[in-house]
């Protein structure tokens, strides 16, 4: 079925170095794609979108991209901070009611 | 609110008993969607409110499961005869509409004993 998935479960990086935490996804016809972060007993909380006409998009500190022909998506933090520390969902706007499909998810950690 | 509210935060039930978990939207938002997070795992999609438009119940995970919503505003996840696998933590999320990034509360911890 549709899935969103994440090449790794786990990142681990020092404090100041940039991340780069990836995600495959399966629905070529999905338009909208989200980054989110979960802290601990938290909901998760919107970071960067970006829709499909776009293959590049920037925010504070965090940078998307979004390769189409091979279905994939980044999300780049630079200057890594232990406030980063967290675990972090791609999703895709392709289920079957519009809604978001979300990945397992990648846990970040920061090292001081 | 400023944010989505849900209640109760956390609930312990005995198994076979009925809950209810409530989650109140930003207001203004017409979607309004309900999520399942089991322990170190992604979010299972249970179901969507467009409006006061019903629901398609199909990602509902078994018919002991049930929602509403009143007045397109304050939703309502019903599990009747609650089973151990039905521990997790349920979120509610509310956007301004279909490709708009969800706000999301902070979740219902269920725990069934």
């Known amino acids: 079925g549709e899935s969103v998935g994440l090449h790794l479960p786990t990142l681990s990086v020092q404090e100041g170095d940039n991340s780069i935490i990836n995600c495959a996804y399966s629905?070529?016809?999905?338009?909208?794609f989200i980054w989110y972060k979960q802290e601990s007993g938290k909901g998760p909380q919107f970071i960067i979108d970006?829709?499909?006409?776009?293959d590049k998009r920037q925010g504070q500190r965090v940078t998307v991209l979004l390769n189409k022909t091979v279905k994939h998506l980044s999300l780049q933090i630079a200057a890594t901070q232990p406030g980063d520390s967290a675990v972090y969902f791609c999703?895709?706007?392709?289920?079957?009611?519009?809604?978001?499909?979300f990945g397992k998810g990648t846990k970040l950690s920061v090292k001081p | 609110g400023a944010g989505v509210s849900q209640s109760p935060s956390n609930k312990v039930t005995e198994k076979g008993k009925d809950v209810e978990l409530r989650c109140d939207p930003i207001?203004?938002?017409?979607?309004l969607y309900w999520y399942r997070q089991s322990l170190g795992q992604g979010l299972e999609f249970l179901i969507y409110?467009?409006?006061?438009?019903?629901?398609?119940k199909s990602g509902l995970p078994s018919d002991r499961f049930s929602a509403e919503r009143t007045g397109g505003s304050v939703s309502t996840l019903t599990i009747q005869r609650t089973q151990q696998e039905d521990s997790a933590v349920y979120l509610c999320?509310?956007?301004?509409?279909?490709?708009?990034?969800?706000?999301f509360g902070s979740g219902t911890r269920l725990t069934v004993v």
């Open positions: 999320a509310s956007s301004p509409g279909l490709l708009y990034g969800y706000t």
């Open positions: 629905n070529s016809a999905s338009d909208y």
């Open positions: 970006i829709r499909s006409n776009m």
């Open positions: 999703a895709e706007a392709g289920g079957s009611q519009g809604n978001l499909i």
């Open positions: 207001s203004g938002h017409t979607a």
């Open positions: 409110f467009q409006g006061n438009s019903a629901p398609d």
